[in-house]
């Protein structure tokens, strides 16, 4: 199943208690997807300037926000930071005790987080000689976007994937740059207004809980089988691109 939870910041200057705030919820957010998987948490946290903050362990979100390391890479927090990408993990594939496994995950400049399942990622890795490094399927998605030059050549080859997925990911080489898939699993962005930041968590009920429903809040109109591009110039000014793969290991659909 997994949790995909975390925060877009949009390029402003914000004071120490509106960064403080972000970084309470986005803990806050965290510790609630563990609904979604105990099996291993993380977060990265990536700047503008390409340097990233990657902190996972085995085990739940719960645990995870009490070890020191982990109060040492959310206090990194800053005007120079892009966006916060978190992860609860619900093993299916590779163990939780080989974190390489766990996520977010970087491949190459790529640092992301994903949920669900692709059935064929291992002939898929052959089929267009990606490296690897980790147990698990999704690693394919990262990898993929690694060695696409454009997005058309990574959604193009994208199609040939099977099975399950929603995902969020960035480049360190253009970390301004925040790539959301929402495919055919739960995935909901909400932007807030007072702090110019999109946050997301899989399921809606998160987010009603730590920013609740405001005049400064307003849900993102994200369809399922969208490829979303947001730039931290302005998060509200997207662009979506449909995505084609094969759910459920039988037809290729999109819906937008």
């Known amino acids: 199943m997994c949790g995909l939870t975390g925060v877009l910041l949009q390029k402003q200057r914000r004071r120490k208690t509106e960064l403080h705030e972000i970084g309470c919820a986005a803990t806050e957010l965290l510790l609630l997807n563990q ?6 948490a993380g977060l990265a946290m990536v700047r503008r300037d390409g340097a990233y903050s ?11 926000v ?34 390489t496994n766990n996520h977010p995950i970087r491949a190459g400049d790529v640092i992301g987080a994903a949920a669900g399942t692709i059935s064929n990622a291992d002939a898929l890795f052959r089929r267009y000689h990606l490296p690897r490094f980790a147990e698990v399927d999704s690693e394919f998605i990262f990898r993929l976007a690694d060695n696409s030059e454009r997005i058309d050549m990574f959604l193009s080859r994208l199609k040939n994937a099977r ?20 495919g055919n699993r739960p995935l909901n962005l909400w932007y807030h207004k007072r702090f110019r ?3 997301y968590s899989s399921e809606e009920w998160p987010l009603l809980r730590v920013i609740g429903k405001s005049a ?4 993102l109109d994200v369809p399922p089988f969208t490829l979303s591009v947001f ?14 793969f094969i759910p459920g290991g039988w037809r290729s659909y999109s819906w937008s």
């Open 54 to 64: 990657l902190f996972k362990r085995p085990g739940p979100a719960a645990n995870l």
């Open 197 to 199: 930041a999109v946050f």
């Open 216 to 219: 400064d809040v307003v849900p």
């Open 163 to 182: 099975g399950a997925m929603s995902a969020i990911f960035t480049k360190i080489t253009s970390p301004d740059t925040i790539y959301v898939i929402k």
């Open 35 to 40: 609904a979604r998987g105990k099996d291993a």
């Open 66 to 99: 009490m070890e020191e390391k982990y109060s040492e890479v959310i206090e990194r927090l800053d005007n120079r930071t892009t966006c916060i990408l978190g992860h609860t993990r619900l093993k299916t594939r590779g163990t939780e005790m080989n974190s």
């Open 231 to 244: 730039r931290t110039d302005d998060l509200l000014d997207f662009r979506q691109h449909d995505v084609f």
